[in-house]
Each structure stands twice: as C-alpha cells, then as structure tokens.
C-alpha cells in the first residue's frame, strides 16, 4: 500500500530526470507534495499536471531548498501524515522505497529508539561521471544493513514528522548547502537516530558531473560559484553551533582550508575565486544568511 507521502523541491529541473524520479513515485496512487521554486518550463509543468495525486506547492522566486522542505513537511503533518519522504530532483528511487524505509523506521521504534530519519544509500548513476556520496558512520557498522550516520542526505530521507516537530525546521536561511548535515547533528543532540539503510540503493546525481579524470577529493573546484559560497559560508557559520561536535568542527576547517586553498591557487579564475572565497567567510563570520549576495548572483 502507498501510503507514504512522498515530497520533491524543484528548482530548473531536468524534464528527464524528473520524469524518471516521478514515475515510480507516482505508482499506486501515492500523494505527491512538490514545491516549485521559481518559474517552471512548460514541459515539467505539463508532467506535473499528468499526476492527478501531484499537490504543487509554488514560489514565484527561489526561496531554498529548506523553505522547500519546510512547507512540504507543514503540508504533509496538515494532512495527517506520520511520515514523509524528501527528495530533490536528482533521485530515482523504486516504487515500493518508501514503505521499505517506513517499516525500518517503525521496527527501530519499536525497539526503542528515537529515530528522526532513515535513509537509502545513494549511489551514482552509472556511466555518468557523478561524485560518490561519502557516508560518515557512527562508530563502526560492521555488516548491518541498518548503520547509524553522522549525517543523512536530504534527497531520499524518510523523516518521522513527530521527530521534526521535537528537532525543529530544517534552516531555512541556510537556502542550499550544509542542511542535512546541521539538522542531523541536531537531530542526533536531541536524541533522535539519523539511519541509513545499506541494503537500499538508489541512484542519485550529487552536485554536479566530474570530469572523468579529476580526483573525487577535487570535486569542489569543479561546483559552481554559487555552490562554492554557499558551501563556504554555512560551513563557516556552522561552527559557532553548539550542538556541532568539535571533532566535526576541526574536520570542516581542514577540509575547508584545503579545498579553498587550491581554489585560490587558479590562475585562470582567481580573483573571481577569491571573491567567492571572501565573501564566503566573510558571511558566515558575521552570520548574513539567506540568498546568496547579488553582487554574486
């Protein structure tokens, strides 16, 4: 039975990738909640209005990929839903994904344990140059299916909503970037498990396609501007947060300083590099949240 809600946030989709993300979400009659940020291409909007269980939540501009999560979570729980799936656009999930992660979820909890979300493992899609998504686990997994992860990715998390109700929102000045990474660690300090399950793949495109040869350390460098800032600057603003551990808050500084040193290093490009770097910090210093700066845009 479908009877998981299923949330996407759209922002300039792909009419392909869509469709094959949409598709088996829509078998079964499964309710759909997509929040649009910004103008939508006819060809997307025509899909949308192809599912007659597709509830299309709008934006006239983009206001983030957490404002997005937000209101479909607030639209779910109005509609009396225990749970909901999340995904961004760039997900192809099976049909039958949600209730597989539900009924993880319910059996941890009736073990006992508080879970805030459980989700697939992500992997590329084959052939297509996609950066593998590194899991971060806590303590050791062995070889259970269900492990316990620093952090869940957003795209393909089923998110117990009694659970969001007691973490709180997912931030939404953070707009994109760094926000399944910050509520999962305040899922985690106020006592409420973010699993993975690793016997459930499913492909997911991360960020943006690699160059074959490039070094999947390396793939910073080969993000957009915009992904660079905002990468930056909340990584940056993260670490004032308590519940943040310090261990994760030395890791970010090297990786950061690392990954911006090479950026800086760019003949090519380097004031502009140095312009996203600075402004980067520099926000995230002095906590300027929410879009990103128009002198960037």
Same mark, same amino acid.
Not at 100 to 123: F, K
Not at 258 to 284: H, P, Y
Not at 291 to 296: A, Q, W
């Given at each position: ?18 469709? @094959? /993300? !949409?598709?088996?979400? &829509? %078998? *079964?009659? +499964?309710?759909?909640? $997509? ?68 009924? @993880? /979820? !319910?059996?941890?909890? &009736? %073990? *006992?344990? +508080?879970?805030?979300? $459980? ?78 399950? +690793? ?82 910090? +520099? ?15």
């Amino acid at each position: 039975m479908t009877d998981v809600p299923a949330g996407v946030v759209l922002y300039r989709p792909d009419v392909a990738i869509l469709t @094959r /993300l !949409l598709g088996p979400l &829509a %078998q *079964g009659g +499964r309710p759909l909640l $997509v929040f649009v940020n910004g103008p939508l291409e006819p060809a997307c909007a025509q899909l949308l209005s192809s599912i007659p269980t597709a509830r299309v939540l709008e934006s006239a501009e983009n206001v983030g990929l957490g404002a997005g999560l937000n209101a479909i979570c607030a639209a779910a729980a109005a509609a009396g839903f225990n749970h909901v799936m999340l995904f961004d656009q760039d997900s192809e999930p099976t049909p039958e994904m949600p209730e597989q992660l539900r009924d @993880r /979820l !319910l059996a941890q909890t &009736a %073990q *006992g344990q +508080r879970v805030a979300c $459980v989700g697939p493992l992500l992997q590329p899609p084959d052939g297509e140059n996609y950066r593998r998504v590194r899991y971060f686990w806590r303590g050791s997994p062995g070889d259970t299916p269900l492990a316990a992860a620093v952090f869940v990715p957003t795209s393909g998390s089923l998110i117990c909503l009694a659970a969001l109700a007691a973490i709180g929102p997912f931030r939404d000045d953070f707009f994109i970037g760094g926000i399944d990474v910050e509520w999962s660690f305040r899922a985690w300090s106020r006592g409420h498990a973010c699993l993975v399950a +690793r016997d459930l793949p499913m492909p997911h495109r991360c960020g943006d396609p690699t160059d074959a040869t490039q070094r999947p350390g390396l793939h910073f460098l080969g993000q957009s501007r915009t992904r660079r800032y905002f990468y930056i600057r909340n990584s940056v603003y993260c670490l004032r947060l308590p519940h943040i551990p310090l261990a994760w808050r030395v890791r970010s500084v090297a990786v950061m300083l690392a990954q911006t040193g090479l950026l800086a290093l760019r003949e090519a490009e380097r004031l502009r590099n140095l312009t996203v770097i600075s402004a980067g910090l +520099r926000d995230g210093i002095f906590g300027r949240l929410g879009p990103i700066p128009p002198s960037l845009g």
